[in-house]
Nanobody, 124 residues
Framework: QVQLVESGGGLVQAGGSLRLSCVAS????????MGWFRRAPGKERDRVAA????????YYAEPVKGRFTISRDNAKNTVYLQMNSLKPEDTAVYYC?????????????????WGQGTQVTVSS
């Protein structure tokens, strides 16, 4: 069982930056593939970024490429999402998620453990 707790959300003006953090419980964090997702009002939950167990491989959704950076610190059981050049359309609840495995999942449905989410609001 893995418990995930996100933090770092808030209200920011367009063009600003935020860094989200997700701390995982347990001693096996380095064995989990990690991802960041978001759900905007009235929309489906979408994956925005993912990172492999070692941190060497990453994935970004097209809308955030070049603006968001995912990273992890296995010694601190933490995954981060650095969000720069934020836009109003980035407004959403952001979730981190984890799944045990050797490769970054192709499907968002493969993630098993989820945090409670943190609200990000970008004003225009």
């Amino acid at each position: 069982q893995v418990q995930l707790v996100e933090s770092g959300g808030g209200l920011v003006q367009a063009g600003g930056s935020l860094r989200l953090s997700c701390v995982a419980s347990g001693r096996t964090f380095s064995t989990y593939q990690m991802g960041w997702f978001r759900r905007a009002p009235g929309k489906e939950r979408d994956r925005v970024a993912a990172i492999s167990r070692s941190g060497r491989n990453t994935y970004y959704a097209e809308p955030v490429k070049g603006r968001f950076t995912i990273s992890r610190d296995n010694a601190k059981n933490t995954v981060y999402l650095q969000m720069n050049s934020l836009k109003p359309e980035d407004t959403a609840v952001y979730y981190c998620a984890a799944v045990y495995g050797s490769v970054i999942p192709l499907s968002t449905d493969e993630y098993i453990y989820w945090g409670q989410g943190t609200q990000v609001t970008v004003s225009s």
